[in-house]
């Protein structure tokens, strides 16, 4: 009888851990239910329901492609949200208050590109420390994490709290590496572009062929065109969710009214640029 119950108290314990480490990651089904948040701000997929959208790049900073990403987001007059990995931001501190001073807001996706899926506590909170580390060296404070490939276990969700951070996700991306073309990434972001969507694109090739994050910088004109057409504005992710704070960022103000005139719509549902 004793072993009996030993072996189900190790099975329920072994059943405990797993289940912390495992049925957490189901947050990142968020991304295809209607929900926003989780109470109690665990985790954020959306934004409120407004005339309002975040465009978030990951993986940067890359010394190639995310100063012309810059400059591309200022011919479009689009502010954006960045979240830097802590070895490239250590690397490249001078991108990363760059990304600052042009008006843009800067988060952290880890210091590494690794799986969190059973790692320890331990683990999550050194890489964690890295990274608020790096980016502090640049100047930044993050407020908000994006885990590694959007994998969320129970010591992640913990560590982010223990660390002040808010976890986010995402509602709408591009999935980059897995399209032929800018104009397939374009048309994949529109798929899910609704009021409060939290856009992932990438500014830096790190797990993908190569080319994958040009394909986003290439996008983004149709995207910004699909925004105009259903009158989105494009805002830092404080701004979307009602956080103000120094790295925030006025939005770009399309459809008229005050701010950059509204372009005029043109082409068919999907929008100028945008596979049928």
């Keep these: 009888m004793r072993r009996r119950r030993a072996v189900r108290w190790a099975l329920g314990a072994a059943g405990l851990a797993a289940g912390a480490q495992m049925v957490p990651s189901v947050v990142s089904l968020g991304q295809w239910l209607p929900v926003r948040a989780l109470p109690g701000g665990w985790c954020r997929w959306r934004g409120p329901a407004a005339a309002r959208v975040a465009l978030t790049f990951d993986d940067g900073p890359d010394p190639d492609l995310t100063p012309q990403l810059f400059d591309r987001l200022d011919d479009l007059e689009l502010p954006a949200t960045f979240f830097c990995l802590g070895e490239h931001a250590a690397a490249h501190p ?46 930044v404070r993050p407020r908000w994490f994006r885990p590694p490939y959007g994998q969320t276990t129970g010591p992640t969700m913990v560590e982010a709290r223990r660390h002040g951070l808010g976890l986010v996700l995402w509602s709408a991306w591009g999935r980059e590496w897995d399209e032929p073309d800018a104009a397939h990434v374009a048309y994949r972001v529109s798929a899910t572009l609704d009021p ?29 065109t699909e925004l105009d057409r259903r009158r989105l504005q494009a ?42």
Aim: proline fraction near 8%; glycine fraction near 18%; charge should be neutral.
């Design 196 to 224: 409060g969507a939290i856009v992932l694109l990438h500014d830096r090739d790190v797990d993908s062929p190569p080319g994958s994050a040009r394909r986003a910088l290439d996008a983004l004109e149709a995207i910004t």
């Design 235 to 276: 805002v830092t992710l404080d701004t979307l969710v009602g956080r103000a704070g120094p790295a925030g960022a006025p939005g770009r103000v399309v459809g008229g009214g005050a701010g950059v005139p509204g372009r005029v719509p043109g082409g068919g549902a999907g929008g100028p640029g945008l596979p049928g």
């Design 94 to 139: 001078d991108l990363v208050r760059e990304a600052l001073r042009r008006g843009h807001q800067v988060e952290t996706h880890g210091h590494r590109h690794e799986h969190h899926f059973a790692r320890r506590p331990a683990w999550i909170r050194a890489d964690l420390d890295a990274a608020l580390d790096a980016l502090g060296a640049a100047g």
